[in-house]
């Protein structure tokens, strides 16, 4: 292995972590946004997505460059796969974050109702479950990629609490119902974007290991 094919993987980290750390400062921002019914920094949000997507592309076209001039085997290639693939889940991440800011400005714009949901506990779980799936990539953690697994069940279960209470106050409200659908995206980007987040984890697991994970399914069952 060369000097000058190192250095190439180690500039592919330093990519995906800057990535990492763009899409991170995005997430929370949609947190705040979502807490303080913030339009302004919605708007923000959807207004810097385009640059997520050329993080995401740079990223990409040089893994791609890497595989073409030296064909990588073993614990490379694996690298090399997981980082493309992570690099799709945080992009998609900023998109969740759009999603949400979107959904942001469309609320602030409607006559307030009587009904609140609150979102803050359900969006910490999905920030910390982002934060934890980078940290796991840094350090090569495999405990820590697996805790991020875990964790996903309860960001579900928060979302079906959501579910089940804006239904009713649609049924009791419904002459609001954008307002309410709106709410429910809320939940449903929040949930997809503790998806991604343990997409990544799996991945970090993959690079690590070599077994592939997901849905809760190892490649030894």
Do not use: W
């Amino acid at each position: 292995m060369t000097r000058h094919f190192q250095k190439e993987l180690i500039k592919i980290k330093k990519m995906i972590l800057s990535l990492g750390a763009v899409v991170e400062e995005r997430v929370q921002m949609a947190k705040t946004a979502i807490d303080d019914r913030d339009a302004e920094l919605a708007g923000r949000i959807i207004q810097q997505d385009f640059e997520i997507d050329e993080m995401e592309i740079e990223v990409e076209e040089e893994c791609l460059k890497i595989l073409a001039l030296h064909q990588p085997v073993a614990v490379d290639l694996r690298f090399l796969i997981a980082v493309i693939k992570i690099n799709n889940d945080l992009e998609r991440i900023g998109d969740q974050a759009v999603n949400i800011a979107e959904r942001v400005v469309f609320i602030t714009k409607q006559e307030p109702v009587d009904f609140v949901f609150e979102y803050t506990t359900m969006a910490e779980k999905a920030q910390v479950m982002l934060k934890m799936s980078l940290d796991a990539l840094v350090n090569m953690d495999v405990d820590l990629a697996l805790k991020v697994c875990l964790l996903d069940d309860d960001v579900d279960d928060i979302k079906v609490i959501a579910y089940n209470k804006i239904k009713d106050a649609m049924a009791k409200d419904p002459d609001n119902l954008g307002y309410y659908i709106n709410l429910l995206l809320i939940s449903r980007h929040l949930e997809r974007l503790a998806d991604h987040a343990t997409n990544i984890a799996e991945e970090v697991i993959y690079m690590i290991e070599g077994e592939i994970v997901r849905h809760g399914i190892t490649g030894s069952d």
